[in-house]
């Protein structure tokens, strides 16, 4: 079992062969990266929006009516580009770090939003992921902007610990005066098989008070209710 609370020097090692200064490096540059391509993917669909408009109206013709063999195409187009766009929101609340303010941060909501980007890794993996997620439960924390990242990193190391077909369940439930987040894989061996999600794990979650449990394939997060 390890406790939040331990000493970094008890942090699993980093995987073998990684350098830790050229990984922080390469990781630095992530969020510059995201904000860029952002802005370089926006400006293309906010195109497309535009010419989209601009032939429905010229469909429209002297009826005032697009034809009905044509709505479902202009509509799908529609669907296809708010969809790009709500998967690249998605992506960079998770990738792109933006410290918070301490406060109340709904934990079920990102837990789902959480689950979504990182849908493709499991099935990939052909994962059988259960989720039991209770709506509505809300967290407070020192920062709020952190909460994606322990999120995504508690569900990372049960996703890397899986074998294919294995089972993964995501529990968000509310226990007593606690908001609980729980995450637990198929795999019995206590060895960490995903290191560096587990250090982040246990450096940031001291740092921010937040309680953490980890024993074999279970992977639990405490935070106070709100």
């Not at 941060?105 to 992921?129: F, I, P």
């Not at 924390?141 to 089972?167: C, I, K």
Request: glycine share 8%.
């Amino acid at each position: 079992m390890i406790n939040s609370t331990a000493a970094s020097s008890s942090a699993p090692p980093l995987r073998e062969g990684a350098d830790p200064v050229v990984d922080a490096a390469r990781y630095g540059a992530v969020p510059t990266l995201m904000d860029s391509l952002l802005h370089d993917v926006r400006n293309p669909l906010n195109a497309l929006s535009i010419h989209l408009e601009v032939l429905t109206e010229k469909l429209k013709g002297e009826t005032g009516q697009v034809p009905p063999s044509q709505e479902k195409n202009l509509k799908a187009m529609r669907d296809q580009i708010q969809r790009v766009d709500g998967i690249m929101r998605r992506f960079a609340e998770f990738i792109v770090s933006r410290p918070g303010t301490p406060g109340e941060a709904e934990l079920s909501e990102t837990v789902t939003r959480a689950m979504e980007v990182l849908a493709h890794e499991g099935r990939k993996r052909r994962l059988q992921v259960r989720q039991t997620i209770a709506p509505g439960v809300r967290a407070r924390l020192s920062d709020t902007g952190e909460l994606g990242f322990l999120v995504v990193q508690s569900l990372m190391r049960a996703y890397g610990r899986s074998e294919q077909g294995a089972e993964v369940t995501v529990a968000v439930r509310a226990e007593g005066s606690r908001a609980v987040l729980e995450v637990v894989d198929a795999t019995s061996s206590p060895a960490e098989t995903v290191p560096e999600a587990a250090a982040a794990l246990e450096l940031r979650c001291g740092q921010l008070g937040v309680e953490l449990l980890m024993r074999a394939g279970t992977c639990r997060l405490s935070f106070p209710l709100v």
